[in-house]
């Protein structure tokens, strides 16, 4: 009740204006905290890829990076990688050479994604490029180029009508006395460098691959890199935790490690951006002065960790299916013995296990294009007979 001074009523409405003031407050940081969660979830996967840019739209953003980048619209879309900053980033120098292969690219092509095969004169004498390149087309895999290493080779593939490349590329003196199919793989990651650079997605295949289905329907690309593995089931293929028992620590005896089966470097698809040319650029410096398995550099080059001085790549890897992208030891060892109908006709076959490409690779063709059964019959499981 008021008194004759009327102190009641200004305290009131001081006491009044407090309460305003508060609620206007509570109110303000509210709005500020309604509003970043809103950013925050409008926004979710440009912030975890560091890519946000405030005060723009989403579709200015949107916009903003895809005319950075160096790849197509088709790849920046079909990766998952697109709001990375350091592949919007680069754009590299063309000389005449790589403005060539542009062209000649986007005639062959002109999706942005390649099969590439690397071939000198040796398997077009021993009819296992022909082999292969009925394979590809059989597929219906139009978009294809050989690469050929000498004159040869190019001339034969351009008289029968195929797409080929010239590349005259000299095998380094480390990689000499290694043996010709090494000698060779070891040229290929300096290839598809150039065509990484280019902004072409490359699906690398070795000559003694079965092409049986077209394998651009069966890539997830979600990944920098998608390759076959050499392993044989889930746990060597995809990997497996495994136990580590050191006796001598008593208590702390046990511990764990994560182990899996290389990827082969004869079969893999690989998208276009930074990473990948830098881990193309390792491998190719690598193998110009070291004598070494360029299957081994590459396992090295994408598994290993980053740690003191040493910085990974950091390519992102997805093993392809071993019963879609099959080793020839799945297929010899396991699958062709279970019930007819009972496994489904793989993508491609690499016949990486064995000494007799060439006639594994026809034989391949006639179990599963032609239906013959006993195609695979005669041969062992392992390279000798009886295994």
């Known amino acids: 009740m008021d008194d004759s001074t009327g102190k009641g009523k200004t305290f009131s409405m001081r006491e009044r204006n407090q309460v305003l003031f508060a609620l206007f407050t509570v109110g303000v940081c509210a709005g500020v905290i309604i509003s970043e969660r809103l950013y925050i979830s409008s926004n979710r996967e440009d912030i975890l890829r560091g890519t946000a840019l405030p005060n723009k739209p989403r579709s200015a953003r949107s916009a903003g990076t895809a005319a950075a980048s160096a790849r197509s619209a088709q790849q920046l879309a079909g990766n998952g990688l697109a709001g990375n900053t350091g592949a919007a980033a680069v754009v590299y ?35 296992m490029l022909e082999t292969f390149l009925k394979g590809v087309q059989q597929a219906g895999v139009s ?29 380094s003196k480390s990689q000499a006395e290694t043996g010709d199919n090494h000698a060779v793989s070891a040229l290929k990651f300096g290839i598809l460098k150039k065509f990484l650079m280019l902004g072409w997605a490359v699906l690398l295949s070795d000559i003694d691959v079965a092409v049986l289905q077209n394998p651009f329907k069966h890539l997830h690309r979600d990944h920098d890199l998608e390759g076959m593995s050499d392993g044989f089931d889930s746990a060597t293929a995809y990997g497996q935790i495994e136990g ?25 698809y690989v998208a276009a951006n930074p990473r990948t040319v830098e881990l193309m650029q390792r491998l190719e410096a690598r193998l110009s002065r070291e004598k070494y398995w360029d299957q081994t550099a ?20 997805r093993v392809m299916s071993i019963y879609k992208f099959m080793n020839s030891k799945v297929l010899f060892k396991d699958v062709r013995h279970r019930p007819a109908g009972s496994s489904a006709m793989p993508v491609m076959v690499h016949i990486n296990y064995h000494p007799d490409k060439h006639d594994r690779m ?7 294009l032609d239906n013959d059964s006993n195609a695979l019959a005669p041969f062992p499981g392992g390279s000798e007979k009886g295994t």
């Open 298 to 317: 590459y396992n090295e080059e994408v598994f290993f960790l980053s740690h003191d001085g040493y910085r990974s790549p950091g390519v992102t890897v």
């Open 362 to 368: 026809k034989a391949v063709f006639k179990y599963y």
């Open 143 to 171: 978009n294809y180029v050989v690469v050929a290493l000498d004159e040869e080779t190019e001339r034969e593939l351009k008289f029968s009508n195929v797409n080929v490349l010239y590349m005259p590329l000299q095998i």
């Open 244 to 268: 580590y028992d050191d006796p001598s620590m008593g208590w702390a005896r046990f511990a764990q490690k994560e182990s899996h089966f290389n990827l082969n470097s004869g079969l893999f």
């Open 93 to 127: 120098p063309k000389d005449a050479q790589m403005q060539a292969l542009e062209q000649y690219l986007l005639r062959v092509a002109p999706s942005r994604e390649v099969l590439v095969g690397v071939s000198n004169i040796n398997p077009l004498r021993e009819g």
